[in-house]
């Protein structure tokens, strides 16, 4: 029995990088392997696990497909298609969390290739960066916010309120890019495409699993949400556990040692050290640029020990999940759904024009309220 994410963990140069910044860290800070597993965020491992066996068996129910042959129908021309496709990301990742939006809109973006003409690699990108944008709004959007808002003392409505400016000048931006990116031009159809044939038996399994799972989230009983989630699939679709790419769950396990390594440098503790007495464009600057090479979660949680967590904080780790691939995790599970080789290089060509414009609006946004 082959795993499909095998072969494309040999082939996945990010990993490959991975490891080699791995290795060289290991020269420049103590060496103790044994600490490594403590590095890892295993609630992150594990709920990634939870939700790829569940989007994978609504694949493999065929109910994108058929969601899918809907949509192509609703929406004649390209651009409209993937203005909605991005709004919606958008939409979802305010009150599903980043990452759960990316697990339901990339698999559904991925049937439209079976359907229509579409550039699905620069759709996926939007998708990416809709997620960011759309989930800065609320305090459940992504785990930074998260983190934020329960130190902040906040209202769900007041840490919203804070949020709203940087939102929507985010999303109307991105929306404005997207009517440039995608032409006006009508969907070609695919000539011979059958009918969709899916099983519901199995999209109920998988809603009522997914209840199962998030009712576990919320009791801090992830294991064993993940758990009764594998021995439903055990049960119903074997070949759901058979497909999932769980190389995945790899990348994230070498990223979180990568920057446990990091921020152990000599160098960048000196920074940290100095960050309490930064202006307030330094500390902007900071918290930007640190979350493009640690993602804007572990980079809330080194400077929530130096500062408070401020509108300006707040503003800038989200501002920092544009820009470089590890900016943001949910970037990395976009693109690694995608499945293209191209988009690695790709995304970045659309991502640092947007974090250029981010950084620069947002700082003066802030200035002027």
Not at 46 to 54: E, Q, V, Y
Not at 88 to 101: I, M, P
Not at 180 to 197: I, M, N, V
């Amino acid at each position: 029995m082959t795993f499909p994410g095998l072969q494309a963990l040999k082939r996945d140069r990010f990993f490959h990088l991975l490891l080699i910044i791995g290795a060289g860290l290991s020269f420049f800070v103590p060496f103790a392997p044994h600490t490594w597993p403590a590095a890892i965020d295993w609630r992150t491992i594990i709920t990634l696990s939870g939700l790829m066996m569940l989007t994978k068996g609504v694949e493999l129910s065929g109910y994108f497909d058929v969601l899918g042959r809907k949509m192509v129908r609703r929406f004649a021309t390209e651009r409209k298609l993937a203005l909605f496709m991005v709004l919606s990301a958008a939409v979802l990742s305010t009150f599903l969390t980043n990452d759960v939006a990316l697990f339901i809109v990339v698999p559904l973006t991925l049937t439209l290739r079976k359907l229509c003409e579409i550039p699905i690699t620069r759709l996926i990108i939007f998708e990416a960066l809709a997620v960011n944008a759309g989930s800065l709004l609320t305090p459940i959007g992504n785990p930074q916010n998260i983190l934020l808002w329960g130190r902040s003392g906040l209202s769900f409505a007041a840490f919203t309120w804070q949020m709203l400016p940087l939102a929507l000048v985010m999303m109307v931006s991105l929306l404005v890019v997207c009517w440039f990116a995608f032409p006006d031009k009508r969907l070609q159809y695919h000539s011979g495409t059958t009918g969709p044939e899916w099983k519901p038996r199995l999209v109920w399994s998988c809603l009522a699993l997914y209840i199962v799972f998030l009712t576990a989230l919320e009791m801090k009983q992830e294991l064993v949400g993940v758990g009764l989630v594998a021995c439903g699939f055990l049960i119903l679709a074997r070949r759901v556990l058979v497909s999932v790419d769980w190389t995945l769950l790899l990348v994230f396990m070498a990223m979180f040692i990568d920057v446990h390594l990091l921020i152990q440098l000599p160098v960048l503790q000196h920074v940290l050290h100095s960050v309490s007495g930064l202006s307030q464009a330094g500390l902007w600057l900071t918290a930007i640029g640190l979350s493009q090479f640690i993602s804007n979660v572990p980079s809330t949680i080194l400077l929530l020990n130096y500062v408070p967590p401020t509108v300006l904080l707040a503003w800038a780790v989200n501002v920092g999940g544009f820009g470089l691939l590890p900016g943001s995790l949910a970037n990395l599970i976009a693109l690694r759904m995608a499945n293209d080789r191209r988009i690695w290089w790709r995304f970045h060509v659309w991502s640092l024009p947007m974090l250029a414009w981010a950084a620069a609006i947002g700082f003066g946004l802030f200035l002027l309220i």
